[in-house]
């Protein structure tokens, strides 16, 4: 398969862009490990655990790589960065919250292990944090970026709570309820690494055109690698999604395929996941063409990404924006 | 009893200050309808729910007074009121969550009719907006008073929740508790108010000190309220607080006295919470003059508020400020 044949220029890739060395992200590290031990007790001990599970640190990248694209860097950059990344790390808890999750990056989540009161807290904890950083330097761009990616995630997560089960779900609600969920974070986090360096109105928007379609193919790619990726890669349990009811992609082109259609709309409505109908559905995702029909759509969606992107000038960071979008195309994690 | 024979002056006293009819708070509250009516499905009904129970609106009260001490009214220090209210209402949203209450105000808590994955959604929202609401004024200050607010409400129902059923919780602890869950955001609110109309290092400290106490002194009077005061009043279903484990200010002396401290602490480690208890462990903290003592450190608070005022020019919000301080101690819900 493409996908598969792929795979051994991606960890080339990967050896190219090795985000643990990247100056700036290794200060947005320290400074988030700072943020932790400036706080105490539980929620120290809260904080800690989010952080050590690590993460890919795409949001501070995408912030300091759109700004880089506009100026040198600068602590307000920086701080940006930081506060993107506790603000991500704040809706994780919270999400754990609200999707009844155990595991977390192949690790316990915080709710799971300090139970949903004082994950309620942490999250919280976080979320004000980002805010205080942001305050501090004056970046109320950034800040208003912020906000309403909180205010999407809030809207994104609460339509896919009340959308489970339902084999209804269009393509266009799909797409509404992955962009409030994950892909306007992304873009506001390119614009406000812009507006940090004071861009230009349009600028701001054409990086954010980058980020929200590097987020729509990064959460399409997400959903598929539930139903045919590996655990021990993504980190959280396979196929969770489907057993909770999440209608993605995959399943919404199944469910209008003729020869699979009625079967897998019978399978969710009677809520029947066992291992074996499960495999039967990831196999027909497969061998109905459905898997590349996505890929496809993850396609254009970076080239839609990197098509923003070439209205910039040329530069060392929009280079590096420009391989990151491919490298969505070939995630395995 | 004093605090009986005092309430009809209250109700005197609440007929001059007559907080339906305060044109800033009539703005405060357009604005927050105004903020609801923005949102949509879910959230909107979650955020219309919570409006809708009402409530002192304190904060913004605070917020407004502390600003017009220093200078006219202006959009900026209403918007820093609405931001205040915004923030209340949401860490009350999350707060439910945490200590899983079922009533608030009178009426079912969100998360008892949403469910605590709703429920968290909901309080992030309000949390995003009010600070999306600050940071469109470019109002960092008045963002990093309520950063502090939110962080400290944080720690404090993590001390809370670590401390339940704790008989060797000490009076410093307890003080500890209430100012970071009660009483900082008013100290908060208050210095935000002050900085909003460019006052001073010195006087926002002032008024700061101010708000800190009457905080004390209104979180002291709702624990002994809890205890011995109506529910019909209070909107909380009587001496839930103890039934939760939650060692408040009378419980404390009442733990230190000889006659009863012994029993009382088998009773708290033992869970014994049945009516007929209850009604003893009240009864004792009447007869044994501890509720006196309570209220004598309530009003020793509201002294030093009320002194933290008479640095500042005579004016009649500094005057509402003053009396508002004395109604803390004589309410009764």
Same mark, same amino acid.
């Given at each position: 398969?493409?996908?598969?044949?792929?795979?051994?220029?991606?960890?080339?890739?990967?050896?190219?862009?090795?985000?643990?060395?990247?100056?700036?992200?290794?200060?947005?590290?320290?400074?988030?490990?700072?943020? +932790?031990?400036?706080?105490?007790?539980?929620?120290?001990?809260?904080?800690?655990?989010?952080?050590?599970?690590?993460?890919?640190?795409?949001?501070?990248?995408?912030?300091?790589?759109?700004?880089?694209?506009?100026?040198?860097?600068?602590?307000?950059?920086?701080?940006?960065?930081?506060?993107?990344?506790?603000?991500?790390?704040? $809706?994780?808890?919270?999400?754990?919250? +609200?999707?009844?999750?155990?595991?977390?990056?192949?690790?316990?989540?915080?709710?799971?292990?300090?139970?949903?009161?004082?994950?309620?807290?942490?999250?919280? =904890?976080?979320?004000?944090?980002?805010?205080?950083?942001?305050?501090?330097?004056?970046?109320?761009?950034?800040?208003? =970026?912020?906000?309403?990616?909180?205010?999407?995630?809030?809207?994104?997560?609460?339509?896919?709570?009340?959308?489970?089960?339902?084999?209804?779900?269009?393509?266009?609600?799909?797409?509404?309820?992955?962009?409030?969920?994950?892909?306007?974070?992304?873009?506001?986090?390119?614009?406000?690494?812009?507006?940090?360096?004071?861009?230009?109105?349009?600028?701001?928007?054409?990086?954010?055109?980058?980020?929200?379609?590097?987020?729509?193919?990064?959460?399409?790619?997400?959903?598929?690698?539930?139903?045919?990726? $590996?655990?021990?890669?993504?980190?959280?349990?396979?196929?969770?999604?489907?057993?909770?009811?999440?209608?993605?992609?995959?399943?919404? %082109?199944?469910?209008?395929?003729?020869?699979?259609?009625?079967?897998?709309?019978?399978?969710?409505?009677?809520?029947?996941?066992?291992?074996?109908?499960?495999?039967?559905?990831? $196999?027909?995702?497969?061998?109905?063409?459905?898997?590349?029909?996505?890929?496809?759509?993850?396609?254009?969606?970076?080239?839609?990404?990197?098509?923003?992107?070439?209205?910039?000038?040329? $530069? =060392?960071?929009?280079?590096?924006? =420009?391989?990151?979008?491919?490298?969505? %195309?070939?995630?395995?994690?």
């Amino acid at each position: 398969m493409e996908i598969i044949k792929e795979q051994s220029e991606v960890r080339q890739y990967n050896g190219k862009l090795d985000f643990k060395n990247i100056p700036e992200l290794k200060q947005v590290e320290a400074d988030l490990i700072k943020v +932790v031990s400036d706080s105490c007790g539980t929620i120290r001990n809260m904080c800690t655990h989010i952080l050590e599970a690590g993460g890919k640190r795409i949001r501070p990248l995408l912030v300091i790589y759109s700004g880089l694209v506009y100026g040198e860097n600068s602590p307000e950059l920086l701080q940006t960065a930081v506060a993107s990344e506790l603000i991500h790390m704040a $809706s994780l808890i919270h999400d754990d919250i +609200v999707d009844n999750s155990a595991l977390r990056r192949n690790r316990p989540s915080i709710n799971s292990l300090w139970g949903n009161n004082f994950a309620v807290l942490g999250g919280d =904890y976080l979320f004000a944090k980002a805010f205080g950083i942001l305050a501090s330097r004056r970046l109320t761009s950034g800040m208003e =970026y912020m906000v309403e990616a909180i205010q999407s995630m809030c809207v994104g997560e609460i339509i896919q709570a009340e959308d489970r089960f339902n084999c209804e779900c269009t393509l266009e609600k799909y797409y509404e309820k992955i962009a409030c969920k994950t892909a306007i974070l992304l873009k506001c986090c390119c614009q406000a690494g812009a507006a940090a360096q004071n861009a230009a109105a349009e600028e701001i928007d054409l990086i954010g055109e980058y980020g929200l379609n590097l987020g729509l193919a990064f959460q399409i790619t997400d959903d598929i690698l539930d139903l045919c990726g $590996s655990s021990e890669l993504t980190g959280k349990p396979k196929r969770e999604d489907l057993r909770q009811g999440i209608i993605s992609m995959p399943i919404i %082109y199944l469910l209008g395929n003729k020869a699979n259609g009625q079967w897998v709309k019978s399978v969710i409505e009677q809520r029947q996941f066992d291992d074996d109908t499960i495999s039967k559905i990831c $196999s027909a995702i497969t061998k109905t063409g459905i898997m590349e029909k996505c890929y496809d759509r993850v396609r254009a969606h970076i080239d839609k990404a990197q098509k923003s992107l070439d209205k910039l000038p040329d $530069s =060392y960071p929009k280079d590096i924006l =420009y391989r990151l979008a491919d490298m969505v %195309y070939v995630r395995m994690n």
